[in-house]
């Protein structure tokens, strides 16, 4: 039987809230009861597929944490043998009380309920040789404590995450020996984040606020190597549970990079915990396409075109040859953030209403983060390099038809928050940007201003001459 070992996985933290009684925050001394807690090995197995059957198994001696809904309780640990341990609950606790159960116990002893947190290992270094571990493989599990008269019960696991399992593998470089250096990955809507226990008990994924390529760095044990052959190397990854889209694979070596890109799986299946990923370099490398830069900013059409990989121009018609584009001369305003109008730089395009890329559009150019609480909403980024600033936030307010400035902050904060992320939609040929923050409030060029502002719907035409905006993107 195999235990496989894992050396990398995303950030993840398990928040679990009381359920029955109030918490204290005062150390409490009651009298307890001891009660066996039964954990079947059948429900610790990861269902490999195929042929493919390892499971987590229980070791003798491996510590849980556990804890009671009772108030004033604390985090205890125990060890699991013939897999099963024994748990003291408070004398008092009846069947109306819960028990849950958390693996691995790791700095959780002695906490309230609402203080444990179950983080998973983020190591981004793995050794090639080395087996999937299940000690880092967090699992929860929660059941009805016993009558007065009771001293046994059985916990159920939940698995939150999912095990990716890449098999790198070629038979070309066994004539010419390629050495792996990094495997990296990244997907949508999301790849990193924490759980949490929401309103109605169940677990909840929250995604990170920025999201990014993971990359894991391969290193061979003392007696071996990472030279690639027809067998290949296991590399292992925790993920969240999700429909995940644009999954995109890139493995560094010591001789070219390999990607593939584009790909989608649907990691939500409760009898399933791992899936098998094959990367054959050879094929990669006989297929894979001429990769050509971009060199155009072209009019988007539809909102299917703005995603968070391109680079965007926000631009308003001149006149029939030309745009003003969105061009912050600087920021940041303050350590904080600051407030300030947008500058309009003049540009000619083609018959089209295209634009030959050039050094200095890219410093024009944003980038858009995409928003998972409410559909088609973005938010919008400028030029990094010109401060840290750089996320174009909507008023809090507006008393007047036009704002003469929108906020630029840090970080645009979670995509529920109202003023980092802006509502998109498409009315052609414009991209309408609105804020969720002020009704009616949108992202314009106001001619009187020669700047881009917020401005309402309802500003008077004859104070202001308002166009809508064009998005560019980069192809």
Not at 374 to 379: R, V
Not at 441 to 452: G, L, M
Request: glycine letters at 8%; a negative charge.
């Amino acid at each position: 039987m195999k235990i496989y070992k894992i050396l990398f996985a995303a950030a993840v933290a398990l928040s679990i809230v009381s359920c029955s009684k109030e918490s204290v925050q005062e150390s409490v001394q009651f009298e307890r009861r001891t009660i066996s807690v039964n954990c079947p090995i059948t429900r610790t197995t990861i269902d490999y597929e195929g042929s493919d059957v390892s499971h987590l198994v229980w070791n003798g001696g491996e510590t849980v944490g556990y804890i009671t809904s009772c108030a004033g309780d604390r985090v205890q640990s125990a060890s699991v043998n013939s897999n099963s341990f024994f748990a003291q609950i408070p004398s008092f606790a009846t069947e109306d009380d819960l028990i849950y159960v958390i693996y691995p116990l790791g700095d959780n002893e002695g906490k309230l309920l609402s203080e444990v947190s179950l983080p998973l290992v983020n190591q981004a270094v793995q050794n090639v040789s080395a087996s999937f571990d299940g000690s880092v493989y967090p699992m929860f599990a929660t059941a009805p404590l016993p009558s007065a008269s009771g001293n046994a019960l059985s916990v159920a696991f939940e698995f939150p995450a999912a095990i990716l399992r890449f098999n790198i593998f070629g038979e070309a470089s066994e004539a010419e020996p390629v050495s792996v250096k990094s495997l990296s990955f990244s997907g949508k809507p999301y790849m990193t984040g924490h759980y949490s226990i929401g309103g109605d008990g169940r677990l909840q994924f929250v995604p990170d606020a920025e999201q990014g390529q993971q990359t894991i760095v391969l290193e061979a044990d003392e007696d071996g190597d990472l030279v690639i052959d027809g067998e290949g190397m296991y590399v292992y990854a925790i993920v969240p549970r999700a429909e995940i889209s644009d999954f995109d694979v890139k493995i560094t070596t010591d001789a070219a990079s390999f990607s593939l890109t584009g790909g989608k799986m649907d990691l939500t299946r409760k009898d399933r915990s791992l899936w098998r990923i094959s990367l054959d370099l050879d094929a990669i490398a006989e297929d894979e396409p001429e990769v050509t830069e971009p060199t155009v900013f072209k009019v988007v059409t539809s909102l299917d075109e703005l995603n968070e990989d391109d680079k965007y121009l926000i631009v308003a018609d001149k006149d029939a040859g030309s745009y003003y584009i969105a061009a912050p001369a600087n920021y940041p305003y303050g350590a904080n953030g600051g407030s300030g109008p947008i500058n309009a730089k003049p540009a000619a395009h083609d018959g089209d209403g295209n634009l030959e890329k050039t050094d200095d559009l890219i410093s024009y150019a944003v980038t858009l983060k995409k928003g998972t609480v409410e559909d088609d909403t973005f938010a919008i980024c400028f030029d990094p390099s010109k401060g840290t600033n750089c996320w174009c936030c909507a008023p809090g307010a507006a008393t007047n038809p036009v704002n003469n400035g929108f906020f630029f902050n840090p970080a645009p904060h979670t995509d529920s928050e109202e003023q980092g992320y802006w509502k998109f939609s498409y009315e052609s040929p414009n991209v309408v940007v609105t804020s969720r923050k002020v009704t009616n409030q949108h992202f314009y060029f106001v001619q009187n201003y020669t700047s881009f502002c917020p401005a309402r719907e309802d500003a008077p035409e004859y104070d202001y001459s308002i166009k809508g905006v064009k998005f560019l993107r980069l192809q």
